[in-house]
């Protein structure tokens, strides 16, 4: 089969990417954007119609922790909606007839309760923080939901709406990473450093549920080969959660740092919890690999291998 994969350099492309060649036969295509620029409509079209994948994975998007949501609120909506609606629209002008859509929790109301159901997406007001990136990712759901309704079964559009991720490839940096990888990188400098104090934001007892990203390549290929019966939209996730003083403490052991932790509480922390349903996951047949342990074990080993 050959597969169109939009956001190869990111961490999710590029673990797809590395799940791809250790595991299967199929030829993926995944050009940079200067290949590939998917805030241009006609150049998506001509590349389809040039290259005619068997099937696309929308991995690409503008992503990044809450202060990167708060500074950057216009980037963040405007360049992943132009993104996806061009990616999907084209292909449904070129008749591409199996796309798979990369949601994301964000798109869950605020104050919905958990664990998070899909049918919950668009029944309440968003978390402010990420708010524009969650307004396109459910513009971008809902369009390829559209599509398939409007092709009369000729075309399957479908979504797939990870919990967080984190692993290979990863951004780290204190500020403006994603809450593990931030971590590590907070207490692996603590350590080095022979500081005795990492700041965490918040008091702590937001509960946020992070998945291996391998675990996530390994659901889209799941999801690939069982498309004709994957629901219109799934959530990949794990089933359970913890607190962000968990995951702290779960960084500390893994790099070895035996300071204490200070909280910040006049910094954003989003929403209070995040869990996600897997109750139509469990039916579909997937479930995750991967423990906390051992997935911080893997990205730290990353982080220590590159810094």
């Not at 290929?221 to 959660?241: T, V």
Request: glycine share 8%; proline share 4%; net charge negative.
């Amino acid at each position: 089969m050959k597969i169109l994969l939009t956001g190869g350099s990111g961490m999710v492309g590029r673990n797809i990417q590395d799940y791809a060649q250790l595991y299967r036969d199929d030829e993926v295509l995944h050009p940079s954007s200067r290949e590939l620029n998917l805030l241009y409509f006609e150049s998506i079209k001509e590349y389809l119609k040039q290259h005619q994948p068997d099937f696309i994975i929308h991995a690409a998007g503008i992503v990044g922790g809450i202060q990167a949501n708060i500074d950057n609120p216009v980037k963040f909506l405007v360049d992943n909606l132009n993104m996806g609606q061009n990616l999907v629209l084209a292909a449904q002008e070129v008749g591409i007839k199996q796309l798979l859509n990369l949601g994301s929790s964000c798109m869950y109301p605020r104050s919905a309760p958990n664990p998070l159901r899909e049918e919950q997406v668009l029944t309440g007001a968003l978390e402010p923080t990420n708010e524009g990136y969650a307004l396109a990712k459910i513009v971008t759901a809902k369009l390829c939901s559209y599509c398939s309704q409007e092709s009369d079964g000729q075309l399957q559009y479908k979504t797939l709406i990870p919990c967080n991720l984190y692993g290979k490839y990863d951004k780290f940096d204190g500020v403006k990473s994603h809450m593990i990888p931030a971590a590590l990188y907070k207490i692996h400098q603590a350590k080095v450093q022979n500081a005795n104090e990492v700041e965490i934001w918040g008091d702590g007892t937001a509960r946020r549920e992070f998945m291996y990203a391998e675990d996530l390549a390994d659901a889209i290929f799941y999801a690939l080969d069982n498309f004709e019966r994957m629901p219109d939209m799934l959530n990949i996730g794990l089933g359970h959660d913890f607190s962000i003083n968990e995951y702290y403490e779960a960084v500390a052991t893994i790099v070895g740092f035996e300071g204490s932790f200070a909280h910040d509480i006049t910094k954003p922390v989003g929403m209070k919890q995040k869990l996600v349903s897997t109750e139509k996951l469990e039916d579909f047949g997937w479930k995750h690999r991967y423990s906390l342990a051992d997935g911080l074990q893997k990205t730290y080993q990353y982080y220590l291998e590159r810094n």
